[in-house]
Each structure stands twice: as structure tokens, then as C-alpha cells.
T-cell receptor, first 114, second 109 residues
């Protein structure tokens, strides 16, 4: 298996622009997590899905952030409009029911908003 | 907010020595996990210890859990330069994991 795939790996955008981050979980995994990592705040859980349904989005910072999982093999995290403080590394992770705490992380997307 | 707190924040040792990292947490947990993150990479799951377990081993890794003190420790024995990374504990509860700030380990060859 190729592991969790994220795209793009790097994104540089200007303030106010829409940003879409993409994630393909490991085939067969039914949990998907989105995290954000910064030096100041560490690794924060933004939202997680189980069987494509959002379970907990309490970590989503504000309405500018939205996440979808239209099917078991694809998820997006959208920021609209983006702001410089959104600059961070965004990770997607997936796991399997029964071992849901054993998460497999993707390589991350490094987002820079200027 | 991050609940797990690792101690020390940074640790530097010589190859062959043992490395011990500690994690404290504040809430009740279902389990506690340890992850490794190499620079510029995603996290890699190392080991999970359940709340009813006190000690667990995996290769050169030994994890202990003391629920009365709300603390856990990760011991890496006979460290190697390749163990250089950041190590995170994560509290597992209600289906999600809450990560600490991590310990940066440097193993000098």
C-alpha cells in the first residue's frame, strides 16, 4: 500500500485566496483525521471522520475552514479565505476500526500564506 | 489545546546510551500512544499502551503507564543515530488522540 497520500506537498498562496488540501487514506481504513502543526500550537486535531461522516469538528478554528469526505478514498480540507496565520503543516491520517488509535500519517502539506 | 506534556523538551545523548522521555496528562484516558516524527515527515505510530496495562515492550522500546500519576514514559535502549527525531505522546479517548508538544531527541554518533 502506498500509505496516506496528500497533495499538494507545498502550497504558497496570497492572503484571501482559497486553498484546498487533499488526502487519500489507506485503502480499507474507515477513520480519517486532519491535523495542523505549528511551532506555537503544536499538533492540533481539526476534524475527524468515521465512515465518511464527520464525528468531531470542534477543532476547526473558524468558519473559514471546511472539510469534506465524499467517499471512502478522498477527503478535502478547504480554507476560504486564507490568512497568514493559517500557515502551518497540515497532516491527514487514517486508521482502521478496532485499531482506530493506531494512526497512519501522510507526509503533510506545508502551507504558506503571504 | 495540547494536554499531554512531554519532558524534557529536548534531549541529547551519545549513541549506545538509553533515552527516557516522560509524558504527563490531565484527563482520563482509554490509552496512551507514542509517535515518532522525523524532520519534515509525518508522524509514525510506535506503540500503544492501554489504561489497564502498566508496561509494554516493542523491540528497543519500553513504555510504562502510571494512571494514578497520570504519566507515561518511553525508554529507548541502545540508541542509534537513526533514533534522532521528535517523540510525541498522545492521549487516546473518545475516539480521538490529543498530542503533546513532543521531546526532541538527538543521538550523536
Amino acid at each position: 500500500d502506498a500509505g496516506v497520500i496528500q497533495s499538494p506537498r507545498h502550497e504558497v498562496t496570497e492572503m484571501g485566496q482559497e486553498v484546498t488540501l487533499r488526502c487519500k487514506p489507506i485503502s480499507g481504513h474507515d477513520y480519517l483525521f486532519w491535523y495542523r502543526q505549528t511551532m506555537m500550537r503544536g499538533l492540533e486535531l481539526l476534524i475527524y471522520f468515521n465512515n465518511n461522516v464527520p464525528i468531531d469538528d470542534s477543532g476547526m478554528p473558524e468558519d473559514r475552514f471546511s472539510a469534506k469526505m465524499p467517499n471512502a478514498s478522498f477527503s478535502t480540507l478547504k480554507i476560504q479565505p486564507s490568512e497568514p496565520r493559517d500557515s502551518a503543516v497540515y497532516f491527514c491520517a487514517s486508521s482502521l476500526s478496532g485499531k482506530s488509535y493506531e494512526q497512519y500519517f501522510g507526509p503533510g502539506t506545508r502551507l504558506t500564506v503571504t | 489545546s495540547q494536554q499531554g506534556e512531554e519532558d524534557p523538551q529536548a534531549l541529547s545523548i551519545q549513541e549506545g546510551e538509553n533515552a527516557t522521555m516522560n509524558c504527563s496528562y490531565k484527563t482520563s484516558i482509554n490509552n496512551l500512544q507514542w509517535y515518532r516524527q522525523n524532520s519534515g515527515r509525518g508522524l509514525v505510530h510506535l506503540i500503544l499502551i492501554r489504561s489497564n496495562e502498566r508496561e509494554k515492550h516493542s523491540g528497543r522500546l519500553r513504555v510504562t503507564l502510571d494512571t494514578s500519576k497520570k504519566s507515561s514514559s518511553l525508554l529507548i535502549t541502545a540508541s542509534r543515530a537513526a533514533d534522532t527525531a521528535s517523540y510525541f505522546c498522545a492521549e487516546g479517548n473518545a475516539g480521538k488522540s490529543t498530542f503533546g508538544d513532543g521531546t526532541t531527541l538527538t543521538v550523536k554518533p
